[in-house]
C-alpha cells in the first residue's frame, strides 16, 4: 500500500543535542511538507520540497534544518537552536495533480 | 490576504445533530478547498473537497457549501456521531502554488 512513513513515532531529545525524524513515502509525490503542531493547536509549516534537492522555509523554520536527496525521502533536524521542540511533528506529500495532501502518522517529540 | 480563517474553534453537538464549521477567505485566487480530518495522535486525513465551480458537494454525511461572492465555505456533518470527534482543518490553495493555506482547526465533540 502506498502512503507516508514516519519514524520514530516518540522520540525524547535532550538539552542541547540534536535529533532527526524520518519521512518516506512511495507515492511518487512531487511535492514533501513538514508541519509542527502544539498541544490544541493547528499546523505550522517548517519547511517545505516541491523538488528533488530544492527547499523552501516555511513560517517558523528557526531551529529546523531539512535535506531532499532523494523524492522518497525528506528527513527533518531539530537542532540545538531550537529553544522549545516540545510537538507533534508531521510530514506530508502531495501530488502535482489533485494537491490533496497525504500525511503520516507522526512523531512526537520530547525534550527531557 | 493568504489567511484562512476558521470558526467556531470548538463546537459540541448532540448525536443526531448537524455540526456546522465555517471559513473565510480574502484571495480570490484560491480554488481548492479540501477539509481535513485529524484525530489524537494522527495525522489529518482529506475528508471532502470543492472547487469553485460548484456551490455544494456531498459525501456521504457531510457536506460542503461554498459562497463564492461571500468569499466562504462551510462543512456540515449531517447525523453526527459519537466517531465523528475529531478536530477538523479547513484549508485552501491555488491552482499555481500547491501549499495548503489551513484554517486554525475546530475541535468538534458528538454527545452520545
Known amino acids: 500500500d502506498g502512503g507516508i512513513t514516519q519514524s520514530p513515532k516518540y522520540l525524547f531529545r535532550k538539552e542541547g543535542q540534536n535529533v532527526t525524524l524520518s519521512c518516506e513515502q512511495n507515492?511518487?509525490?512531487?511535492?514533501m511538507y513538514w508541519y509542527r503542531q502544539d498541544p490544541g493547536q493547528g499546523l505550522r509549516l517548517i519547511y517545505y520540497?516541491?523538488?528533488?534537492?530544492?527547499?523552501q522555509k516555511g513560517d517558523i523554520a528557526e531551529g529546523y534544518s531539512v535535506s531532499r536527496e532523494k523524492k522518497e525521502s525528506f528527513p527533518l533536524t531539530v537542532t540545538s537552536a531550537q529553544k522549545n521542540p516540545t510537538a507533534f511533528y508531521l510530514c506530508?506529500?502531495?501530488?502535482?495533480?489533485?494537491?490533496?495532501?497525504?500525511f503520516g502518522s507522526g512523531t512526537r517529540l520530547t525534550v527531557v | 490576504q493568504q489567511q484562512v480563517k476558521q470558526s467556531p474553534q470548538s463546537l459540541i453537538v448532540q448525536k443526531g445533530g448537524i455540526s456546522i464549521i465555517n471559513c473565510a477567505y480574502e484571495?480570490?485566487?484560491?480554488?481548492?478547498f479540501p477539509w481535513y480530518q485529524q484525530f489524537p495522535g494522527k495525522g489529518p486525513a482529506l475528508l471532502i473537497a470543492?472547487?469553485?465551480d460548484v456551490s455544494e458537494k456531498k459525501e456521504g454525511r457531510f457536506t460542503i457549501s461554498f459562497n463564492k461572492s461571500a468569499k466562504q465555505f462551510s462543512l456540515h456533518i449531517m447525523d453526527s456521531q459519537p466517531g465523528d470527534s475529531a478536530t477538523y482543518f479547513c484549508?485552501?490553495?491555488?491552482?499555481?502554488?500547491?501549499?495548503?493555506?489551513w484554517g486554525a482547526g475546530t475541535k468538534l465533540i458528538i454527545k452520545p
Open positions: 506530508a506529500s502531495t501530488d502535482r495533480a489533485n494537491y490533496g495532501y497525504t
Open positions: 507515492l511518487n509525490h512531487d511535492a
Open positions: 520540497s516541491q523538488i528533488v534537492n530544492d527547499f
Open positions: 484571495n480570490t485566487a484560491f480554488d481548492y
Open positions: 470543492i472547487r469553485p
Open positions: 484549508a485552501a490553495s491555488r491552482d499555481s502554488n500547491y501549499q495548503l493555506i
